[in-house]
């Protein structure tokens, strides 16, 4: 009995420390806040269903999409309002599944999505997804295949002390801060994603066994052992907007040289991933310049630019003044 009962309380207070806590926001309990390690896949859906008569664009995208004025976004769509479904390490494996439960959502109301831009990563594109394998990364329900049972009981009962830590330390040293005039450092935070080198190294280590030969040459030097699911579901995303009579603008972000991943003349992996999906479909493809890499006022890391960039990416497309060269950004 005393083992029972120390196990069930055990099992409480995880529960107790996760909701309370909430390191993922999916709780929505606000006691400490921002949100560090979020759920970004629920989030966005949350957003989403507090007005969703409002939108009638939406922008797909992987944290690179965070850059991008969606009110810039509307005005050159030429729509009212673009909800914003940008997501760490985001892939086809987010997008498809979104993207069929706006219509569906939007079926039901009787509304009508008109645009959608959707902004890929070469560097990204077919590696293994992150998509409902972490605890960050979980689709929701109504979204994912999911139950909401399980979907809450994984939230509720999954004991992450490394984060509980992390939001109990800062609350503590922001409450000295503010109790104190001197100034207190407050322990680093850093937002857990699985970012690009993460996702190469587990790519590399997860291949699956079978590999198809022609699917091993196209994918170039370094396979990337998702890239047939992945094209396989970029074509059922654009039969959706084709079906459902929706604008559909595809782009491949720029990447940094300085991002090991972005590749080179040595390692055309990325070009490959740009003309395979060009083949599909027409795509914007702004490659890797050398004269973006040049200006790290542009970026807020290797990995992310920042939103004058994105501004730059809006207006080549569509038209409007920017400071870019005129070659920055090629239709393919």
Sequence with gaps: MAAIVTGFAGLLAVMAANVLIDPQGVFGTGL???????????????????????????????????????????????????????VSDGLMTDYLPMLEYL????????????????????????????????????????????????????????FQFTDWRRYVSRALASRLADADPRPVSAPPIVRVEFTTAAVVQDASARLPGAVDTAEEEAAGPRIRPDLKHQLGLLK???????????????????????????GDAQTPDNERIVAMVAQITPVWDFGRPAWLAQRPDLWNDVFHFKPAVATMIVNRIFGGISPAPPDFGQLK
């Excluded at 664009?57 to 965070?66: A, H, I, K």
């Excluded at 929706?246 to 990447?255: D, E, Q």
Aim: contains cysteine; neutral net charge.
């Design 103 to 158: 219509l569906q959502d939007k079926s039901v109301r009787g509304e009508h999505i008109a645009a959608v831009f959707l902004m890929l990563d070469a560097d990204l594109f077919g590696t293994h997804p992150w998509t409902d394998n972490n605890i960050d990364s979980f689709l929701p329900p109504g979204v994912g295949d999911e139950s909401q049972w399980r979907f809450w009981w994984r939230y509720l009962t999954v």
């Design 236 to 262: 059922r995303f654009i039969a959706l907007c084709r079906e459902n009579r929706i604008r559909l603008v595809v782009a491949f972000s720029p990447l940094n040289p300085r991002n090991e991943y972005a």
């Design 32 to 86: 400490f806040v921002p949100v560090v390690n979020a759920n970004l896949r629920y989030l966005d859906v949350k957003a989403y269903q507090a007005t969703p008569d409002r939108y009638d664009g939406v922008l797909f995208g992987s944290s690179r999409g965070e850059a991008f004025d969606t009110r810039l976004l509307a005005q050159k769509l030429g729509i009212r309002a673009v909800a914003n479904f940008s």
